[in-house]
C-alpha cells in the first residue's frame, strides 16, 4: 500500500467554520442576512443564497418584499436539509484484514490536512468500500456529498450496496448512487457513488462539481488511476 501527496501545491482548504473572510461577514450580518452561517448550510446553498441575498440588498425596500421573503423561506429550506443530514444515523467499522485498514490513521490525517491525497493499493485492499468511511471519519461529507466515481454503473450500484450495508444505513439515505436515468439520492446522502459519465455531465451543468464536499463544497475519491485517465479523455483532455 503507497500514500502519495502533492507537497508543492497551493492548500486551499479552510478549517471549519472559517469559510467566510471578515468582510463578507460584514456585509451578511445586514437584516436577514445575519442568518446566512456557513457552518449551518450546505456549501451549495450557502454560495447560492449568498449571491442572491447580495441583489437583495440592492433592490429598494419598497420593491424586495416579496424576493426578501421567498430568499427566507429558501434559507429555511437550506437550514432543514442541513440539520436532516447532521441527524443522519451510520456505523463506521473497518475490516482489520484489509490492508488499508492498517494505514487508518495516517490517511485520515492526510485527508484532514492535504488538497490532493493518491491511494495506491492492490486490488482487494479495500480502497472502494474503506475509503469513503475514511473521509466520513475525517469530517467531510457534513457540507456536501463526497463523490466516489467508478467507470460502470453495475459497478456504482454494486459498491453503494455494499456501503451502506457496511455503514447498516438502508441504501439510498447515507449512502446513495446516481446513475443513467435512475438517482438512488436524497438530501441526506453523505456518499454519493456515480460514473464517470454523470460527474461529467454535472461538470458541464454547473461549471464545477458544486454539490461535492470540500471548501467550496467538493471532493471527489476516483478510485483507479486509469479512471481518472479516462475522464480527462472523455473531457477533451482537460485536466478537471
Known amino acids: 500500500m503507497r500514500i502519495l501527496f502533492y507537497r508543492d501545491c ?9 469559510i467566510m473572510s471578515s468582510a463578507d461577514g460584514d456585509g451578511e450580518r445586514k437584516g436577514k442576512g445575519e442568518r446566512l452561517h456557513p457552518n449551518r448550510l450546505l456549501r451549495h446553498d450557502y454560495h447560492r443564497l449568498r449571491r442572491q441575498w447580495a441583489r437583495i440588498e440592492r433592490m429598494p425596500v419598497q420593491r424586495s418584499g416579496v424576493d426578501r421573503e421567498r430568499w427566507s423561506s429558501a434559507l429555511d429550506a437550506a437550514i432543514s436539509r442541513f440539520e436532516a443530514r447532521e441527524q443522519a444515523k451510520y456505523v463506521i467499522e473497518y475490516d ?6 492498517r494505514y487508518r490513521d495516517e490517511i485520515i490525517d492526510l485527508i484532514q490536512n492535504r488538497q490532493v491525497v493518491v491511494v495506491c493499493g492492490e486490488t482487494g485492499s479495500g480502497k472502494s468500500t474503506q475509503l469513503p468511511k475514511l473521509c466520513l471519519e475525517a469530517g467531510l461529507g457534513r457540507y456536501g456529498w463526497i463523490g466516489h466515481t467508478q467507470p460502470r454503473r453495475l459497478a456504482a450500484r454494486s459498491i453503494a450496496t455494499r ?5 447498516e444505513s438502508p441504501l439510498g439515505q447515507v449512502v446513495g448512487y ?3 436515468f435512475n ?3 436524497q438530501s441526506t446522502t453523505l456518499v454519493k ?5 454523470v460527474l461529467l455531465t454535472e461538470i458541464d451543468e454547473t461549471g464545477a462539481t458544486a454539490p461535492h464536499s470540500s471548501s467550496r463544497g467538493r471532493r471527489l475519491c476516483i478510485k483507479q488511476g486509469a479512471d481518472r485517465r479516462g475522464i480527462q479523455q472523455t473531457y477533451e483532455g482537460q485536466p478537471l
Open 96 to 101: 482489520p484484514e484489509l490492508p488499508i485498514s
Open 10 to 18: 497551493e492548500i486551499v482548504r479552510y478549517p471549519m467554520g472559517t
Open 178 to 180: 446516481k446513475v443513467r
Open 163 to 167: 456501503l451502506a450495508e457496511e455503514l
Open 183 to 185: 438517482d438512488q439520492t
Open 193 to 197: 457513488l456515480m460514473t464517470d459519465g
